[in-house]
């Protein structure tokens, strides 16, 4: 009788001994693509955390959410390089880690240097308020377009490091994806790049 139990039980088992070795092909396949990070072999090329859980990391939160030009920033020079000793960026390749900080900071600086001054273009108008003529102060159209600019500097230089991180961590994300998350939600889809760099410190890595 121990025979046929056994007879019967064989199959099964080899079928499970099958998909188990099946299992770690592919979580190895996982692992030394991209950039080789053992992170993308343990979340599976997937972020540690969706978008939309904010709250799952209350002081991540609360910064990016009240803070988030100074955070962010914070991140990106404080943060980002000792973690990633090299990122590879559309348009720039790879850069180290000191070289990520330097153009972090400058496109800070351009950004809000430009914002600052599209601020002070502006020129008086009189126009009828509440039935009385008044005379107010609007931004130029030359300011309107250097606020554009400063503007679109920022939202291009986040993309990169969004994608940046994609790529080291061999995250598979459609770009219409990234680019609608950022141009619709730029505190939360931020603050759930800020989360995976977080979770992926305590993962070792690889000698």
Not at 104 to 118: R, T
Not at 140 to 158: H, K, Y
Not at 180 to 200: E, P
């Amino acid at each position: 009788r121990l025979l046929a139990v056994a007879s019967h039980l064989a199959p099964p088992l080899r079928l499970l001994g099958r998909l188990h070795m099946e299992t770690e092909m592919v979580g190895e396949a996982v692992g030394v693509s991209g950039n080789g990070d053992p992170t993308s072999k343990f979340y599976g090329g997937q972020w540690s955390s969706d978008t939309f859980d904010c709250f799952s990391d209350m002081q991540i939160c609360a910064l990016s959410f009240f803070c988030l030009p100074f955070y962010s920033l914070y991140q990106q020079c404080s943060v980002f390089p000792p973690r990633f000793p090299t990122l590879d960026l559309p348009f720039l390749g790879k850069v180290s880690g000191e070289n990520f900080k330097m153009y972090a900071i400058g496109a800070f600086v351009v950004a809000a240097g430009l914002a600052a001054i599209s601020k002070t273009m502006t020129e008086s108008k009189t126009m009828v308020i509440g039935g009385e003529m008044q005379t107010v102060q609007q931004q130029t159209s030359t300011g309107e377009l250097v606020s554009m600019v400063a503007g679109l500097i920022d939202f291009i230089w986040l993309w990169m490091v969004y994608k940046g991180v994609m790529t080291q961590f061999n995250i598979q994300e459609p770009t219409g994806t990234s680019f609608m998350k950022l141009c619709c939600c730029r505190c939360c889809t931020l603050t759930q790049v800020f989360r995976h760099v977080q979770d992926s410190a305590s993962i070792p890595q690889a000698p």
